[in-house]
């Protein structure tokens, strides 16, 4: 028999998951996924701004501090891949306004700040995540916010 066919909320974060796999991070690899009229606009993951040295090359501060997840994110050298969707939708001209952004991990409180700014309308995100003051804004936004758990390869 055939495999069911996945709805749009597995299939989208399905390819978050693959998006992940470029993650130069050493801590966690987080893909994300923007999405509009079931089109793909975005795509990003967590790694250090274009030219400079990834935290799989040189190491990670955070990690050498053991500072716990969810703090201290100004000493982290990666964009996050929330941010990273945004910041090539605009680089690229193209606009998120009332979009889906689909997450592998659940947005941090600076990411949050982004996804409210940028008119995202809707969150789906796969696991949660030590700092809940993210979902706390957007919440607050009026953005709707689905937790979607995705299983591990």
Request: proline fraction near 5%; glycine fraction near 8%.
């Amino acid at each position: 028999m055939p495999e069911k066919r996945p709805d749009l909320d597995d299939y989208f974060m399905e390819i978050a998951k693959v998006v992940s796999k470029r993650s130069t991070c050493l801590r966690q690899n987080v893909g994300a996924v923007i999405v509009k009229d079931k089109r793909i606009l975005s795509t990003g993951y967590n790694g250090a701004p274009m030219g400079l040295p990834h935290c799989l090359d040189i190491g990670c501060l955070r990690e050498q501090l053991k500072v716990p997840s969810g703090e201290r994110h100004e000493l982290c050298r990666a964009v996050h891949a929330e941010q990273n969707a945004i910041i090539q939708a605009a680089y690229h001209g193209v606009s998120i306004k009332g979009a889906i952004l689909y997450t592998t991990h659940q947005p941090c409180i600076m990411c949050a700040k982004m996804i409210i700014n940028a008119g995202i309308k809707k969150v789906v995100y796969g696991s949660e995540y030590a700092d809940e003051r993210g979902i706390e804004f957007l919440k607050e936004a009026g953005i709707e916010i689905v937790y979607h758990p995705v299983g591990e390869d």
